[in-house]
């Protein structure tokens, strides 16, 4: 069985410049969240969508945003990018069924520069 | 943003001895989960534990839900040199608004062959 998806793997942007992550659950899977681990913060939730809404959301700036699809695959976008948002983005999947268990991506590393 | 308090936040053990972490936390979680993540991945699930005073154990490692229900421990037993990683606890809240996750801030584990 396929584990969660992420691509790309890794990119660099430019400050100003935004940029899209996208992420496959594990099949089944309809509950998708993204987290931002940096060195300083650690791991940090964004926001998690269920059945294409959003159902929670961190304490992030509205440059933060992400949608889910009716396949339940899932971008996350940064506008405006800045220095800071150098960081490992991580998506995760769940399943009701199995007691929630969240299961992480590899991770896309975006460098800012 | 909310972190667990994660304790010690490194080890630097000999091979074969034992090793003990653990997490607390301010909030009450139902569930609590024990991840590690290697250099460049995304976290791996450990453990998994669903129920106050829960003890689970997965091969070499044991972990338990506390009954206060705000802390958590982790124990490696007969540690080996694949053991090195960063390993994080993380607390669950599992109800209708969704999944989220809140981690602690790791505990790096070296492993002296």
């Known amino acids: 069985k396929a584990g969660v998806t992420q691509t790309p793997r890794y990119l660099i942007k430019t400050r100003g410049q935004q940029v899209t992550l996208s992420c496959s659950p594990i099949s089944g899977h309809r509950s998708v969240s993204w987290y931002q681990q940096t060195p300083g913060q650690g791991l940090q939730f964004l926001f998690e969508y269920f059945s294409e809404t959003q159902r929670n959301k961190g304490n992030f700036p509205g440059r933060f945003s992400g949608r889910q699809f009716s396949n339940s695959r899932s971008e996350m976008n940064v506008s405006t990018l800045e220095l800071g948002d150098s960081a490992l983005y991580l998506c995760?999947?769940?399943?009701?069924?199995?007691?929630?268990?969240?299961?992480f991506g590899e991770g896309s590393w975006l460098t800012v520069v | 943003g909310q972190q667990l308090n994660q304790s010690p936040q490194s080890m630097f053990i000999q091979e074969g001895e034992d090793v003990s972490m653990n997490c607390t936390s301010s909030?009450?979680?139902?569930?609590w989960l024990w991840y590690k993540q290697e250099p460049g991945e995304g976290p791996v699930l450990l453990i998994a534990?669903?129920?106050?005073?829960e003890l689970t154990s997965n091969g070499r490692l044991t972990a338990q839900f506390g009954i206060t229900r705000k802390d958590s421990f982790l124990n490696i037993s007969a540690s080996i040199p694949s053991d090195v990683g960063i390993y994080f606890c993380a607390g669950q809240l599992r109800n209708n608004a969704g999944n989220m996750l809140t981690f602690g801030g790791g505990t790096r584990l070296m492993v002296k062959p």
């Open positions: 909030s009450i979680f139902n569930t």
């Open positions: 995760a999947s769940s399943h009701p069924g199995v007691g929630n268990t969240i299961y």
């Open positions: 534990l669903y129920k106050a005073g």
